[in-house]
């Protein structure tokens, strides 16, 4: 019964309106084990993301998380935050986006968003992080469309690496990209080809 259990058995969550893989526990003992895995960074967690702006490179974010001093829903890189550590590369560029793969060190409430709006390179579609929308020069009617349409941030929970509580062997899991963001890549990967 997992009402008996700590947030229902939910050994991490997401922000709300991202994608992607969750770790529920159905046991007490598990789910101690797989919070341990957490705090001491051994749970692996990989993103893809869809960044605003053209990266050149990928980078490590080393910069502390609290609340936002004014804004009480949203979360900021405050001097006496909890540690936040985020590590990102390159997947594919686009024009006007960038494609990045990213791997968590720590998991704080919306640590990829934060540390990306913080060097200027919000996650697409990102309503609290995000920039003024704009359009890629030269796009086509349904690459405008599918941008419009997309109104939650570009963010994908697509890999989740654990030791397992019972057996004490490593597992992974993946999640497939869904169907929206999937498209997206796609329009923007076909206007780069176009207009390169």
């Not at 490179?57 to 900021?76: N, S």
């Amino acid at each position: 019964d997992l009402s008996c259990l700590p947030r229902g058995g939910l050994v991490h969550r997401l922000d709300k309106e991202t994608s992607g893989l969750l770790v529920v526990a159905k046991t007490l003992a598990a789910h101690k084990h797989l919070i341990d895995q957490l705090q001491t960074r051994e749970m692996g967690r990989k993103y893809v993301a869809i960044a605003c702006g053209e990266l050149t490179g990928g980078r490590k974010i080393d910069e502390p998380l609290g609340r936002h001093p004014t804004q009480r829903t949203k979360q900021a890189i405050v001097v006496d935050g909890k540690p936040a550590i985020t590590h990102f590369r390159i997947g594919e560029r686009f024009m006007g986006n960038t494609l990045i793969n990213i791997k968590l060190e720590t998991g704080r409430t919306h640590q990829i968003r934060v540390h990306l709006a913080s060097i200027n390179h919000p996650l697409l579609g990102d309503p609290l992080y995000g920039r003024r929308f704009s359009l890629p020069k030269k796009a086509s009617a349904e690459l405008i469309e599918a941008l419009r349409a997309y109104r939650h941030q570009a963010l994908h929970a697509k890999t989740l690496t654990l030791i397992h509580p019972t057996t004490n062997e490593e597992v992974s899991f993946e999640a497939p990209i869904p169907e929206d963001f999937q498209n997206l890549i796609e329009l923007l990967r076909e206007h780069k080809k176009n207009n390169d």
